[in-house]
């Protein structure tokens, strides 16, 4: 996420820089090819011309165009606000051939541009313990230079480098630093070898020149900065909807067909996509190949920035960088942390939630073009001289104020390792009496799946199974009106809740951008026939959906969640269906009617258990992410089957007839709980009796006391509040 500027935006850029254009244009001396970010050097350079002498500009902005007009007033905080405001611009031409100012859908989520706010930026660079006796210090996705800027507040500014991809960002560090030394009465310096433009990721050559004193020299002891939160692949639905307004608001199914026919016709959009898609494949692979613990999977280049720094800070250095707080659990990235942590490496985790400094500016986001849910960490690493016996970390701030009024947990390597035995990447209590108790169940209770030894060993007899991807498998996909008759419903995640396989039926808003497809909650009036099933958004033909023989019912699981969420783990039963990613099930161990029968006769615990208060407690401390990924739900503590009481068993069949079966299609899981018969009349009250019961019960179960019971049942009073 390179910063786009220190300082809120006020002042609009953008009349000023239309006029500037206008005049590029009219002398001929506009980049058609990139008029955005030549009329931003073209600024720039003007704005370099009238206060850093002619010299100065050639050498470190070249000789392109000089506007007539500077970019912006001459200050360090006009030269990044106005950066951060054309950036989300684009240049059009009218009839006239004329420059005109547009906006650019995705501009700032394609760059990883944004705001950061400077209480974020003074967090980083206190725990990177930047101060006047700091060697060196580097911010390798450096934007317009906001993180240099505040460092020279500390540290003499010919110890400060950059880098960055962008040219247009190079120039504006540039340009907002040398103002800002001139504005202290110094002359303006030669930033050319410290503030470059390169790839900090593959670039080697960049960071051969750059280290301080030659190669051979310790090499930088503080790394800082907010690199892009943004995944290395094209992101399909933002490139094509602002490229093409004909792509918003389609669904994946509709989205594929239409680049197919782009394709057939071999357009000129198909050819920029397609290019533009191999380019980033391609540099996604060489990011892999590069980065192997950081970088699996989608390849988030913010991971890639956490493996550089490791790799660069000197050994007795400290690095501080802001990552989304995934890096510390994802599939991807859970090697780099788990081998920092066990090393003694992992100075600092310090979590936020993206709804903002809620104790002082009620409201607000820290970047308001981000879900407020959004979580994202402070990481802080040290080198491999400093190593620390336990690991400092905080987690649901809001404020980095927070810090001061409550001192951040600290965790051993070997504790971080059991909260998560699979992957060993971090989970996330909120205070040492979470952990405490965290740590208790996780020592007594096996995981779903427990894969530390040569073989997976399984808690129930069931496997986890994603039937339909939404985008891969369109071409199986039938809008449901049309559907042939024998069709199955593909049931999405937004269908189902807690225990309730029929909570809302699908529609599509075609104008929206992303997420065409909502739900629409049932009414009491629906939920009271029991013949009632949800309308959903396609259909399957019957001999693509496969499902286990002998088999009524499954067990589904929300995969889109947050913790943040009144629930976090949301399981229900369903009838046999088609279903899509959103909502993965969890089948029997295999096919054969010795596995099926165990799956009927021991499932119905394992979903009480998923949807228990305690499970859910132990879940929100392993999520960082909106995703309940099969490597998190396989580390959660459960009550094997045979550690039920006959009396216990009983009580959670009797209450899932309760609160499931409540609609003729789940007639075969009422006879395998034991409790054949017709449906049990929809009664709000009497499930949320139902549900405080099997949370009581399950409090009882995991052997929770007292104290702990309350401190768990507490915690969701105040989810529920906020």
């Not at 023989?549 to 889109?560: M, P």
Request: hydrophobic share 45%; aromatic share 8%.
């Amino acid at each position: 996420m390179p910063d786009a500027s220190s300082l809120p935006e006020t002042d609009d850029a953008r009349p000023a820089f239309a006029r500037l254009l206008a005049d590029l244009a009219a002398r001929g001396a506009l980049d058609r090819a990139d008029p955005l970010a030549g009329g931003i050097l073209a600024g720039l350079r003007a704005l370099a011309q009238r206060t850093l002498g002619p010299s100065w500009r050639r050498h470190h902005l070249g000789d392109g165009p000089v506007a007539a007009a500077p970019l912006c007033a001459p200050t360090p905080a006009a030269v990044q606000t106005a950066y951060g405001q054309l950036l989300a611009l684009a240049v059009a031409w009218d009839k006239d051939g004329q420059p005109q100012l547009t906006p650019r859908p995705f501009a700032r989520q394609q760059a990883g541009a944004y705001y950061t706010p400077p209480a974020l930026i003074t967090l980083l660079l206190d725990w990177a313990g930047v101060d006047a006796g700091t060697r060196a210090l580097i911010d390798p996705a450096c934007g317009p230079g906001a993180f240099l800027l505040a460092a020279q507040q500390r540290m003499p500014a010919d110890r400060l480098y950059g880098i960055d991809v962008d040219p247009c960002a190079v120039a504006c560090a540039r340009v907002a630093l040398a103002l800002r030394l001139r504005a202290d009465g110094a002359p303006a310096p030669d930033l050319t070898d410290r503030i470059v433009c390169a790839d900090a990721l593959l670039d080697d050559r960049a960071w051969a020149a750059l280290t301080p004193a030659g190669p051979a020299a310790p090499g930088f002891d503080a790394i800082v900065g907010n690199p892009p939160w943004e995944r290395a692949k094209l992101q399909q639905v933002e490139w094509l909807a602002a490229h093409d307004p004909g792509f918003r608001g389609l669904d994946a199914g509709q989205r594929k067909q239409r680049l197919a026919t782009l394709a057939a016709a071999d357009t000129p959009l198909w050819r920029a996509f397609d290019a533009e898609r191999r380019r980033r494949a391609a540099y996604a692979a060489r990011l892999r190949a590069r980065y192997p613990e950081a970088c699996g999977g989608d390849a988030n280049l913010y991971a890639g920035f956490a493996a550089l720094a490791d790799a660069r800070i000197a050994p007795d250095g400290r690095a501080a960088l802001l990552v989304p707080s995934g890096i510390a659990a994802d599939r991807g990235t859970h090697g780099l942390v788990r081998r920092l942590a066990s090393a003694g490496r992992l100075a600092a985790f310090l979590d936020f939630e993206n709804r903002g400094p809620g104790r002082t500016q009620p409201g607000t986001r820290f970047f308001p073009g981000v879900d407020g849910r959004f979580r994202f960490a402070a990481l802080c690493l040290t080198g491999r001289a400093g190593r620390v016996r336990r690991s400092r970390l905080a987690f649901a701030l809001s404020d980095p104020g927070d810090l001061g009024n409550a001192r951040p947990l600290t965790l051993s390597p070997r504790a971080l390792a059991t909260l998560n035995p699979a992957t060993g990447g971090l989970a996330m209590p909120r205070c040492r009496a979470d952990a405490a108790l965290a740590l208790r169940l996780h020592r007594r209770w096996p995981p779903l799946v427990d894969r530390r030894g040569p073989a997976p060993v399984h808690a129930f007899p069931a496997r986890y199974r994603r039937m339909f991807d939404l985008t891969n498998d369109a071409q199986h996909f039938q809008p449901w009106p049309r559907a042939d008759g024998d069709a199955w419903p593909l049931y999405e995640g937004k269908m189902v809740q807690a225990f309730d396989h029929r909570a809302a039926s699908v529609v599509t808003h075609a104008g929206n951008l992303k997420r065409p497809a909502q739900p629409r909650r049932t009414t009491e009036a629906e939920r009271a026939d029991p013949a009632f099933r949800p309308t959903p958004r396609f259909g399957v033909a019957a001999d693509q959906a496969r499902w286990p023989d002998g088999l009524d019912w499954a067990i589904a699981l929300k995969h889109v969640t947050s913790p943040s969420n009144a629930r976090t783990v949301i399981a229900a039963a369903v009838p046999p269906c088609a279903a899509a990613n959103s909502l993965p099930l969890l089948l029997p161990a295999d096919d054969d009617p010795a596995a099926v029968e165990a799956y009927r006769r021991t499932a119905p615990l394992l979903l009480a258990n998923l949807n228990a208060q305690v499970l859910d407690w132990l879940a929100r401390g392993k999520l960082q992410g909106q995703n309940l990924n099969l490597y998190i739900l396989e580390q959660l503590p459960v009550i094997p089957p045979g550690a039920y009481p006959a009396d216990a068993a009983a009580h959670v069949r009797a209450a899932l007839k309760q609160l499931c079966h409540t609609s003729y299609d789940l007639n075969g899981f009422a006879r395998d709980l034991g409790h054949p018969g017709p449906p049990v009349a929809w009664c709000p009250s009497a499930r949320a009796q139902a549900r405080h019961a099997l949370d009581a019960l399950y409090r009882k179960l995991y052997a929770l006391d007292a104290r702990q019971s309350v401190r768990v049942v507490k915690h969701f009073r105040v989810t529920t509040q906020n």
